[in-house]
């Protein structure tokens, strides 16, 4: 009898249509003792698409007391305004079709001027997003599935953890968490029954030992990395020499030092 070899399921990048939307927000929340939830609305968000569970999309902060208008895509390109563009940075869209809302969960932290404009943030206040241009579409039932992330990454995460628990493809997905402060675990504590082992303090040998340790199956499995730069970096290294497909291996800086 000859044996078929199973087809390997790979994530798949689409395209979105690249639109730019200034919208509303709706309400300013706290999620958690590190993130404050931003709920975005308004007519320019109809339409609006994000097909992977760590998507990128643009927000963009004009200086205070400035106005910003938002660039136009046109088939010869983008075309932007007159004036100085803001600052950008990009975050994990979180979006609710239901309610037709857009989330953003920022981290707080001192000197972010995300953060910064997050904590300030009101009804009625506009933010300008692009995006996302692009989506990677990882397939949900794996049989093995690892992620790994500190705080940049927990919005991505919980997305995606939520998103495996109402498929129901939660066996064997495991996450790893490196936070600053043990208080920063309750961003994802509504997340019941979900395996996720926190390292405090950023303790990346802690990681890297974690990941080196782990027994790879030979196929069906998703691998995702998160986080600083040079980190992530370190991190994917633990699996050098080791069979590990690159096309399942995701290893992404979300931020650098």
Not at 5 to 25: A, C, D, G, H, S
Not at 41 to 53: H, I, K, Q, W, Y
Request: charged share 25%; net charge negative; with cysteine.
């Amino acid at each position: 009898m000859t044996t078929v070899p199973k087809e390997k399921k790979y994530p798949q990048r689409v395209r979105n249509e690249l639109r730019f939307r200034e919208l509303t927000v709706l309400r300013s929340e706290r999620v958690g003792s590190a993130f404050q939830r931003i709920v975005l609305g308004g007519d320019a968000l109809e339409g609006f698409c994000s097909r992977g569970f760590d998507d990128h999309t643009k927000l963009f902060f004009p200086e205070p007391g400035s106005h910003f208008t938002p660039p136009v895509v046109t088939d010869e390109g983008i075309v932007w305004g007159e004036g100085v563009r803001p600052a950008t940075r990009d975050y994990t869209p979180l979006y609710d079709a239901k309610r037709h809302e857009l989330a953003f969960d920022f981290f707080i932290h001192d000197g972010g001027i995300a953060s910064t404009w997050a904590m300030k943030a009101a009804a009625g206040d506009t933010l300008t997003i692009g995006g996302p241009r692009g989506s990677l579409v990882v397939p949900e039932d794996y049989a093995w599935q690892r992620y790994v992330c500190d705080e940049s990454g927990m919005p991505a995460l919980r997305r995606r953890l939520e998103e495996l628990a109402r498929s129901g493809c939660r066996a064997n997905v495991k996450a790893i968490v490196s936070v600053a402060d043990a208080a920063n675990k309750d961003y994802l504590s509504h997340l019941d029954g979900a395996d996720i082992v926190y390292v405090e303090e950023h303790d990346g040998q802690s990681v890297a030992a974690m990941l080196q340790a782990l027994d790879v199956p030979d196929d069906d499995y998703f691998i995702w990395i998160t986080g600083e730069g040079q980190v992530v970096k370190n991190l994917a290294a633990c699996f050098d020499g080791r069979n590990v497909d690159e096309r399942l291996l995701r290893a992404v800086a979300y931020w650098h030092a």
